[in-house]
């Protein structure tokens, strides 16, 4: 076993890319989460003052406001029981929108989110269901008319991007529709539960409060897209700069700050969320699509820092039976 992974790991760390551009800033740890009720970040959003967090999973609705040094100053909860809740979105008014749209084993029927006012109180559900079939999906993107758009976590790194088909029903189900695909290579960026296999994984989403900015995570990477007019499915098809999140054992949480600074952060006991400064204006000129590039694919990783090349058919064999059973093994989910 250990020969086959180590095989598999040599195969997916060459062919790395030389750097085209200067690194990004590496981030900066500003506090630890030690509160024991914080224990599975896994979505974070800031209204500038605060800091809006969520657990993976629960049974509960739980959103818990942090401090800028990572106390817990309140918890806005309601008695919905979600099934996996894996993100967290902020809209222009405030209202928070939980994405409850985890689904390892690839079964639920449908999917939802969850809407809750800033005030707390009663949570409005909204049933989501998928036109091709159950999806994992750890990513939650808000636009800045409320739209919300949800990127699947695919072990191919073939993110799929899916929005409602028109206004959300209560309790519904709204179909969802495919409008874009997000292509993410591997990198070299050390963390995560599942080493290489982990960086093309998408376990986040954030978007600038302007909504001129989108970003995606993997366990490794952020990876920013310049959205000037606001349009999240174009912006995806653009080109990215990629931040490394290097270090995180478990990031899956993502969030900008008005000023344009990135908030990481992730799963486990006394984790802590870092930042990278002055991130957004680092995708000032990532908001054309890539060149050559397939209709709703964007080249990942290839504006900043190095990206790694697709693997060959057999190799790539190898890292998803292998990365399945590590995700299996490794990641703990309800």
């Known amino acids: 076993m250990r020969v086959v992974l180590a095989v598999a790991a040599f195969f997916l760390l060459i062919g790395a890319l030389p750097a085209s551009a200067a690194a990004p800033p590496a981030p900066e740890t500003v506090c630890q989460v030690t509160d024991p ?3 599975e970040l896994s979505g974070l959003v800031s209204d500038g003052t605060h ?16 401090d800028r040094s990572c106390a817990v100053q309140d ?59 159950p999806h994992d999906t750890e990513a939650l993107l808000l636009d800045r008319s409320g739209t919300p758009y949800l990127v699947t976590k695919d072990i191919l790194g073939d993110a799929k991007v899916y929005r409602p088909n028109g206004p959300l ?29 982990g960086s093309v994984l998408v376990t986040g989403g954030a978007t600038s409060a302007d909504g001129t900015l989108v970003a995606l ?10 959205a000037p007019d606001g349009d999240v499915a174009a912006a995806l098809k653009g080109t990215p700069v990629r931040v490394p999140l290097a ?16 908030l990481s952060g992730g799963e486990g006991v006394g984790q802590p969320i870092r930042a990278v400064k002055n991130a957004a204006s680092l995708a000032s000129a990532a908001g054309a699509p890539a060149a050559g590039a397939p ?24 890292v998803v039976v292998f990365g399945g059973w590590l995700l299996v093994r490794k990641l703990r989910r309800r």
């Open 75 to 133: 918890v806005l909860s309601a008695s919905n029981d979600p099934y996996d809740v894996e993100d967290l979105a902020r809209a222009a008014d405030g209202t928070l929108w939980l994405s409850d749209t985890g689904d390892n084993s690839n079964k639920r029927a449908t999917v939802a989110l969850l809407e809750l006012k800033p005030s707390g109180g009663a949570v409005t559900l909204h049933r989501l269901t998928y036109p091709d079939g």
């Open 217 to 226: 995570r993997t366990y490794t990477d952020a990876y920013l897209y310049a």
């Open 51 to 66: 800091w809006y967090a969520i657990n993976d999973g629960g049974t509960k609705v739980q959103v818990f406001v942090l």
């Open 37 to 39: 009720r914080v224990t």
């Open 247 to 262: 270090g995180e054992k478990q990031g899956e949480a993502l969030a900008f700050e008005p000023d344009g600074t990135l």
């Open 169 to 197: 029903a209560t309790p519904g189900p709204t179909p969802l529709e495919q409008v874009g695909t997000v292509t993410i290579h591997t990198t070299d960026t050390k963390g995560g539960p599942v080493g290489a296999f």
């Open 295 to 318: 209709q709703g694919e964007a080249a990942a990783g290839s504006s900043s820092g190095g990206g790694v090349s697709p693997l060959p058919a057999a190799v790539l064999a190898i």
